[in-house]
């Protein structure tokens, strides 16, 4: 483990400066993909679709398309198919797209469905953030698993209850972007910072001449564009691709405390201090033993368990940790503890309170 995580932190040690193109830290405000969401039922299941008695809604939906087609059930009637399933579909408008365009979505249940392998997904309008129809899915779907039961007993292989229709969408509407608008164009950086946005600007500048681009902020940057469209797409292509020295980061260190994954840039500092970490093990062993009643007592035999509970504290050495101005080198002092990743975390946070480690600490 401990090997694995100095390869991890010093795979992710680089240069100081490293060339980086614009298109890689930065992105054109407004071009951008939308999310897309419907409601559909996926049919033609093999007796695995909802249980309606636990979902209403479907066979609420159920009845709604059969109205659509001109057939309207007696009053009273309360069909039960198991060969249907309601579900939300889901997909990504990307930029720039076109009526008649197809679009992979992603089909999930929302009932009690326990497949929905060799479903068939019915007609579902998809919609965006203001409510309109932007496209129309259908199709079978493509479940990455599979499963079988009898007996009581059960199999299963990945996830049944969702799947995937690769180009099941087709678009209806495009959505409009302010590329076209002929008014500036303006840069939105990936990461807020001054340092970046000037480098950004000044690369740009002199490539296409003074005054095409202004940083406004540590992540804005204003393009003077060509107001024709073939000149716009011209200018943004050989902007993207743009190289320009990226300026060192900011020192952080990021824990993910679910994993206990330690990841650290190559601005983090270590200043010299002394750390000693030692181990604490609780072990609890249970042991079942049967209780044997004395003759004509009466009492019953009952089975009991015998719990015994230990503590083991390892003592942990005192080792002084000198200055470190380089990735390497703090990866290097941090490994000479012999310390787990989940020990690291509480070194870690131990270090910067005590002004040792000269970064910021993102817990998430």
């Not at 059969?66 to 198919?81: K, V």
């Not at 399933?85 to 009932?111: C, E, K, R, W, Y």
């Not at 009991?304 to 050495?317: A, F, H, L, R, Y």
């Amino acid at each position: 483990m401990k090997s694995l995580l100095l390869a991890v932190l010093l795979l992710i040690a680089a240069q100081a400066h490293a060339a980086t193109r614009i298109k890689e830290v930065a992105s054109v405000a407004g071009v951008r993909s939308n999310p897309l969401t419907g409601y559909g039922l996926v049919v033609g299941l093999d007796g695995s679709g909802d249980q309606t008695t636990q979902s209403p809604f479907t066979n609420q939906s159920l009845q709604a398309m059969l109205q659509q087609f001109g057939i309207t059930l007696p009053p009273g009637a309360n069909p039960s198919p198991r060969n249907i399933a309601a579900v939300l579909v889901t997909a990504q408008l990307p930029p720039f797209a076109q009526p008649g365009q197809a679009l992979d979505v992603t089909v999930a249940s929302i009932g009690n469905a326990k497949s929905l392998r060799g479903g068939t997904l019915i007609a579902t309008p998809m919609r965006g953030a203001d409510g309109q129809i932007y496209a129309l899915a259908q199709g079978n779907l493509i479940v990455g698993g599979a499963g079988a039961s009898a007996g009581g007993s059960k199999v299963q292989i990945n996830h049944l209850s969702a799947g995937r229709i690769p180009a099941g969408a087709t678009v209806e509407r495009s959505v409009p972007t302010p590329f076209h608008a002929g008014a500036p164009l303006q840069l939105d950086l990936a990461s807020s910072d001054f340092a970046t946005a000037r480098a950004v600007a000044e690369a740009i500048n002199k490539a296409k001449g003074a005054g095409s681009a202004q940083a406004l902020d540590g992540r804005v940057v204003r393009l003077n564009a060509p107001p024709s469209p073939e000149a716009r797409v011209a200018f943004l292509a050989d902007v993207e691709n743009l190289a320009f020295d990226l300026a060192m980061p900011a020192a952080r260190v990021v824990i993910n405390a679910r994993t206990g994954s330690v990841v650290m840039n190559q601005a983090v500092t270590l200043g010299p201090c002394a750390v000693a970490h030692g181990n604490l093990s609780v072990t609890i062993n249970a042991t079942p033993q049967v209780s044997q009643p004395a003759p004509l007592s009466g009492g019953q035999t009952v089975v009991t368990e015998k719990v015994d509970i230990s503590v083991k504290q390892e003592p942990g050495p005192l080792i002084q940790m000198p200055a470190s101005a380089k990735l390497a080198d703090v990866v290097k002092a941090l490994s000479a503890l012999g310390a787990t990743p989940g020990d690291l975390l509480a070194i870690l946070q131990a270090m910067k309170q005590a002004g040792a480690l000269q970064a910021e600490l993102e817990v998430i």
